[in-house]
Nanobody, 121 residues
Framework: QVQLVESGGGLVQAGGSLRLSCVVS????????MAWYHQAPGKQRELVAR???????NYAGSVKGRFTISRDNAKNTVYLLMNSLKPEDTAVYYC???????????????WGQGTQVTVSS
């Protein structure tokens, strides 16, 4: 059973910062990539940032230059550092992992439960 547990969300004023964490547990043989998505009320879930196993990262245009995704393989953790937050960043943030579970030869997607980020103006 693979589990992703996010933390670090909360309420912050515009211009402030938050760091989200996502800890992975369970039998994953190989991780292709990890990512953060967000979903605002009434909107579709959107990719915010993604980092591959080699450390290559890409970002949504709306967060480029403000957010940084990173990973600590030793701790099985991926982070999202969010600076210069804007009210439009308000959403539930979800951690995503694309990996190969033990005993399988198909890569699968796993999701965390989400953490709320609210940015006040």
């Amino acid at each position: 059973q693979v589990q992703l547990v996010e933390s670090g969300g909360g309420l912050v004023q515009a211009g402030g910062s938050l760091r989200l964490s996502c800890v992975v547990s369970g039998n994953i043989v190989s991780i292709n990539a990890m990512a953060w998505y967000h979903q605002a009320p009434g909107k579709q879930r959107e990719l915010v940032a993604r980092i591959t196993s080699s450390g290559s990262a890409n970002y949504a245009g709306s967060v480029k230059g403000r957010f940084t995704i990173s990973r600590d393989n030793a701790k099985n953790t991926v982070y999202l550092l969010m600076n210069s937050l804007k009210p439009e960043d308000t959403a539930v943030y979800y951690c995503n992992l694309n990996g190969l579970p033990s005993g399988s030869y198909r890569y699968m997607d796993y999701w965390g439960q989400g953490t709320q980020v609210t940015v006040s103006s």
